[in-house]
């Protein structure tokens, strides 16, 4: 109908083309043209309004009006990653325990014409800046430098690596001491492999974009089971903390599954008290963190589980220039945890050594 109009118009004078286009806007402006939806009548309004809000923050909300529209009365809520729709008494908002991320508040505005929904987003970040942690070498060991590594992980004295490539992805036994692989079990070359864990008896491992979780028996590394990726885009890293398995997807995510069925229990988004942290690679839970490799960076990222918070960055620039380079080296990728506090094992894709080291405060 507008293109009809727009071809009549041409047809016409100078002087009756303005009269006509002032008729043909009054007349789509009240056909409905104008701001549609609720948000044309109202706006939600943050008191001491911020680009970013912390958990210590207690958000004072209140409904702008925009048009004549009278509201009656005010139903608030919000959206919570972890706890759902959560009431909001009187327009206020305790941020307090609240994860990371970007959340939503709503707000049912009752009126004489019916209700009106407004929505507006919040984000969530750290409370304060996470504390910078330097490094010292203890050890070397020896590693396959054709070890495209994507998990490291000791259970007691063994130690298990994930090797990823298509066509060169396996499962391995190592002999940290020798760096000696003592058992190899490859993938089918329709697999990337990526992250594992190790939780009671089995071995679980993610693949990257083939939506597919691999389970091992602890022993033989024979393949018992398979299962599939919900919501999350991807495998990346994969730990556990006895009781629930955590996975990266190459976003700020880090999904929560349940070990038994492996369904996706929710996320948690990680972020400083600046910006969301994406491309979380390799994890490993340690004494009760979550350490994170960042893809392409030389950082390890301390993460509170419940939060998403980082609280503490490991500071890792200079570790691969202490191993051999060559044309196939890769970034950093792989921590290992024996339990022995403060110390990790470090290496990477395509290195020749994994590292122990001691990691502690930068003065």
Known sequence: MVILALKFLSLMT?????????????????????????????????????????????????????????????QWSAQNTSMGTVPIEL????????????????????????????????????PQKPEVYTYTILERFPHDINAYTQGLEFDGDDLFESTGQYGQSSLRKLDLTQGKVLRNEPLDHSFFAEGITVFDDKIIQLTWRENTGLVYNKETLELIDQFQYDKSLQGWGLCNDGTLLYKSDGTQKIWKLDPKTYKELGYIEVYTDKLKIDQINELEWVDGKIYA??????????????????????????????VTQHKAL?????????????ELFI???NWDQIFKIKVQLKQ
């Open 347 to 349: 290496t990477g894709k």
């Open 293 to 322: 490799n960042i893809y392409q960076k030389d950082a390890i990222a301390i993460v509170d589980p419940q939060s998403g918070a980082v609280e503490g960055v490991i500071n890792l620039k200079g570790l691969q220039k202490e």
């Open 330 to 342: 890769d970034v950093l990728n792989g921590i290992a945890y024996n339990g022995t506090p403060g």
């Open 14 to 74: 100078p002087l009756r083309q303005i009269l006509s286009l002032l008729i043909l806007a009054i007349f789509l402006f009240q056909c409905g043209t104008s701001p549609k939806g609720d948000s044309a009548f109202f706006e939600i309004l943050i008191k001491a309004d911020q680009k970013t809000y912390t958990p210590l923050d207690t958000l004072d909300l209140s409904v702008l009006t925009k048009l004549s529209l009278k509201a009656d009365s005010i």
């Open 91 to 126: 327009g206020t908002l305790s941020l307090s325990d609240w994860p990371m991320g970007t959340h939503k508040i709503q707000a049912l505005v009752y009126t004489s014409e019916g209700p009106k929904k407004i929505t507006k987003e919040f984000t969530i970040v750290a």
